[in-house]
């Protein structure tokens, strides 16, 4: 991923034991995207922290981990265990749509997620993002929240909830019936939210879903981002697609006569 251009990586989400996920199916391929129910499949924490003191000898670009758990207490511990082994930074996965006890349970409760974040920025010394959920209410709500506990930055959005059913089976594709729709489909519900986040925190936002091309991202740096993340688009057209992005956007803002940008971000706003 660094070597096709990504500025940062960051990782699958990892908790403190094993998880095998669900059973397939757990990706459906659709023509406008992904509906996913993985189950959070990882190896846990003290087995992962090899990975990321390996990759930390490799990468030239940032290490994010991002992290879930069934408390605040073991968020803080799992953030901790990822500074230790060498992460940059830690994101709180607090927006999975499709485990339950974790994830958006957690991001979806104010009182919750607030206490998440304050316990994760008080166990550790690196940036704290919070990855927000779009299966709510006022996303713009919940980011405040956020911040207000001390988030350093945010990433808007995780997938959407979703599923798809066989006509022939007459039943749901994926083994957990529901899942997470991530991809091109997703697109403009995600800049709502950035756009939506921008005007309510003083933080940066991580701008995240269907960014497949410079167009996208530099919508989603109008809209208020400071950055992107891409996920669905690295399945379907290879790692290739950060430096395709990037060189894209530096000849939009050669073109536009910008120096960087951050000269562009939450341009959208201006009336
Ligand atoms: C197969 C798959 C696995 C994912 N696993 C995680 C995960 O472990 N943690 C997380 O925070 N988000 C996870 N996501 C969500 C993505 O990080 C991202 O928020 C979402 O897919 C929208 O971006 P995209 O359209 O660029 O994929 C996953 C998405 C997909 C499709």
């Given at each position: 991923?660094?070597?096709?251009?990504?500025?940062?990586?960051?990782?699958k989400s990892i908790g403190l034991?094993?998880r095998?996920?669900?059973?397939?199916?757990?990706?459906?391929?659709?023509?406008?995207?992904?509906?996913?129910?993985?189950?959070l499949?990882n190896?846990?924490?003290?087995?992962?922290?090899?990975?990321?003191?390996?990759?930390?000898?490799?990468?030239?670009?940032?290490?994010?981990?991002s992290v879930y758990g069934y408390?605040?207490?073991e968020y803080?511990?799992l953030?901790?265990?990822?500074?230790?082994?060498?992460?940059?930074?830690?994101e709180l996965n607090v927006s999975c749509?499709?485990v339950?006890c974790t994830g958006s349970?957690i991001g979806?409760?104010?009182?919750?997620?607030?206490?998440t974040?304050?316990?994760?920025?008080?166990?550790?010394?690196?940036?704290?993002?919070?990855k927000?959920?779009?299966?709510?209410?006022?996303?713009?709500?919940?980011?405040?929240?956020?911040?207000?506990?001390?988030?350093?930055?945010?990433?808007?959005?995780?997938?959407?909830?979703?599923?798809?059913?066989?006509?022939?089976?007459?039943?749901?594709?994926?083994?957990?019936?529901?899942?997470?729709?991530?991809?091109?489909?997703?697109?403009?519900?995600?800049?709502?939210?950035?756009?939506?986040?921008?005007?309510?925190?003083?933080?940066?936002?991580?701008?995240?879903?269907?960014?497949?091309?410079?167009?996208?991202?530099?919508?989603?740096?109008?809209?208020?981002?400071?950055?992107?993340?891409?996920?669905?688009?690295?399945?379907?057209?290879?790692?290739?697609?950060?430096?395709?992005?990037?060189?894209?956007?530096?000849?939009?803002?050669?073109?536009?006569?910008?120096?960087?940008?951050?000269?562009?971000?939450?341009?959208?706003?201006?009336?």
């Amino acid at each position: 991923m660094s070597e096709g251009g990504a500025g940062a990586i960051v990782t699958k989400s990892i908790g403190l034991e094993p998880r095998n996920g669900y059973v397939n199916p757990t990706v459906v391929q659709m023509s406008f995207g992904l509906v996913n129910a993985m189950g959070l499949p990882n190896p846990g924490m003290d087995e992962f922290v090899h990975e990321i003191r390996r990759a930390k000898t490799v990468l030239k670009v940032p290490l994010i981990v991002s992290v879930y758990g069934y408390s605040e207490d073991e968020y803080a511990l799992l953030a901790k265990k990822g500074v230790e082994a060498g992460a940059d930074a830690v994101e709180l996965n607090v927006s999975c749509p499709h485990v339950k006890c974790t994830g958006s349970e957690i991001g979806q409760s104010p009182k919750l997620l607030a206490a998440t974040v304050k316990k994760a920025k008080a166990a550790i010394d690196k940036p704290v993002i919070v990855k927000l959920s779009p299966n709510v209410t006022s996303i713009a709500a919940l980011a405040d929240v956020a911040a207000r506990a001390g988030a350093d930055a945010l990433t808007a959005i995780n997938t959407v909830k979703a599923m798809a059913i066989n006509v022939e089976a007459g039943m749901p594709i994926l083994s957990n019936g529901v899942g997470g729709l991530s991809g091109p489909a997703i697109k403009p519900i995600a800049l709502r939210c950035v756009y939506d986040i921008f005007g309510q925190v003083e933080i940066p936002i991580i701008g995240c879903g269907g960014i497949t091309n410079w167009r996208d991202a530099a919508e989603f740096l109008l809209a208020g981002a400071s950055a992107v993340q891409i996920g669905t688009a690295v399945a379907l057209k290879g790692p290739r697609v950060f430096s395709t992005i990037t060189r894209g956007l530096s000849a939009y803002l050669r073109m536009k006569g910008y120096q960087s940008v951050s000269e562009i971000v939450g341009l959208s706003h201006r009336r």
